[in-house]
């Protein structure tokens, strides 16, 4: 199987941001949950909530992913992760904007690493609002496909995050939250919901918090410091995976210039779970 024959491969999908889903994140943030009057601005990442992936039922996988070899290529590697994205932000979105996504595939990269063969996909989502020419935000997703655990798996020694921060929250993820979040993105992997699946198949100690949820959470801890702050890009890397058995916390530190702002999460034992940074206008 060739799976360089997928780059290039495009899919357009057309969606409207609705009031709905945005009053249901912000409650699930704990945030003012009052469904927003058309022209509300869409927050940062949080057009996530739109371009579902409508899979029927009978094309789901044994994770709970659409079955392999549709859109994104189907690589022989059973344990998928969201690795990291890049973000562009031109214009902003908008609650009633009517938008467009075109995604393609940019590349796939085969590697080995300490825990086997890695598969590495790129795909660049660009949105644009009424078939307008201009792109309102541009996105490359990292995805990185890895072999199932084994007992022997070198495990990478963990990082230490920051040891201080201007900001900092902190978060108590459970069943509930996961729960809530997967059905926002009607994300159907069963590392966030399914615990007999997560622990006895993928080998990890309790429910994966999302990586995009923790990203998500990053921008939010930004957006309600500096609430008047406009973002030019922002980009994440998952480190380490966030689990649902212990807190975590999102943090954050401007630097000097003003502009640049450096965001992190941390587990209960002070390891670096995310980096991110995050460019004002």
Known sequence: MNLQEWVGRTE???????????AALSATFDRNSERPEPGTLLPALWH???????YR??????????????????????????AGSQFQFHKPLRIGDAMVRTSTIESVTEKSGRTGQLVFVKVRHEIRIDNQQEVALTEFHDIVYREAARPDDVVPPPKAAPASSAWEKKWVPDDVLLFRYSALTFNGHRIHYDRKY?????GYP????????VATLLLDLLRH??????LASYEFRAVRPVFDINHFYVCGQPDPDGKTIRLWAKDHEGWLTMEATAILR
């Open 12 to 22: 357009v999908v057309s969606d409207t941001a609705t009031a709905t889903p945005y």
């Open 48 to 54: 996530w909530l739109y371009f579902l992936p409508l």
């Open 57 to 82: 039922q009978s094309e789901i996988g044994h994770d709970g992913h659409a079955k392999r070899g549709g859109f994104l290529p189907p690589v022989p590697l059973p344990r998928r992760m969201w």
């Open 198 to 202: 997560v622990t006895e198949v993928e």
């Open 206 to 213: 309790g429910l994966i918090v999302h990586g995009p949820m």
């Open 225 to 230: 410091q500096m609430p008047n702050a406009e």
